[in-house]
């Protein structure tokens, strides 16, 4: 099973701000595999990039998403105050199983 | 759009079978797609419990595997999961997703939160 470890745990930043969150894979993600997520209180993830670099449908492009092998990276260029929330990294494996990060807290400093 | 509703009994008791549904709406499972159940414990992170395809097959979580049916009725739209012998560690918001095989979750539920208690 590959495990995804997400760092940090809790970015503080303001608005205005640009965010780096980092997903390490303990073995080798196609990037074709590799998805991110954000997810608010209360609600359901929402998927903003997938193949490790495609926005999803209506994402704005203040998100980007980078990486491969083991490093992945999400962006957020310009912090609004609707982007402070939970974001989650997941990817599909050669286990024939689906894993997720234990996610990223950004909240405003 | 495409739209997935979760439903089922909020409360469940111990060693019992959770069991939900999943209506799909403004896509038909028919038509292709894999169909997923996620879940999210309290203020934890989400897990992968299994997926289905239209045409029933089906793979799952291995931790999970031994407890875990899903199955896809395509004359209502709709797919199931039933979880058995759940204890309290399956308290959890369970969602339902679309996904590409081997690929991103794209449509979601809005979750349905299964408390498991006596």
């Known amino acids: 099973e590959i495990v995804l470890t997400q760092s940090p745990g809790t970015l503080s930043l303001s608005p205005g701000e640009r965010a780096t969150l980092s997903c390490r894979a303990s073995?080798?993600?196609?990037?074709?595999?590799l998805a991110w997520y954000q997810q608010k209180p209360g609600q359901a993830p929402r998927l903003l990039i997938y193949g490790a670099s495609s926005r999803a449908t209506g994402i704005p492009d203040r998100f980007s998403g980078s990486g491969s092998g083991t490093d992945f990276t999400l962006t957020i260029s310009r912090l609004e105050p609707e982007d402070f929330a939970v974001y989650y990294c997941?990817?599909?494996?050669?286990?024939?199983?689906?894993?997720f990060g234990q996610g990223t807290k950004l909240e405003i400093k | 759009q495409v739209q997935l509703q979760e439903s089922g009994p909020g409360l469940v008791k111990p060693s019992e079978t959770l069991s939900l549904t999943c209506a799909v709406s403004?896509?038909?499972?028919?038509?292709?797609?894999?169909w997923g159940w996620i879940r999210q414990p309290p203020g934890k992170g989400l897990e992968w419990i299994g997926s289905?395809?239209?045409?029933?097959?089906?793979y799952y979580n291995p931790s999970l595997k031994s407890r875990v049916t899903i199955s896809v009725d395509t004359s209502k739209n709709q797919f199931s999961l039933k979880l058995s012998s759940v204890t309290a560690a399956d308290t959890a918001v369970y969602y339902c997703?679309?996904?590409?095989?081997?690929?991103?979750?794209?449509?979601w539920g809005q979750g349905t939160l299964v408390t498991v208690s006596s």
């Open positions: 997941q990817q599909y494996g050669s286990s024939l199983m689906y894993t």
């Open positions: 403004g896509y038909s499972i028919s038509s292709g797609y894999y």
């Open positions: 997703a679309r996904h590409v095989s081997r690929r991103q979750f794209d449509y």
């Open positions: 289905i395809y239209h045409s029933g097959s089906t």
């Open positions: 073995q080798s993600v196609s990037s074709s595999y």
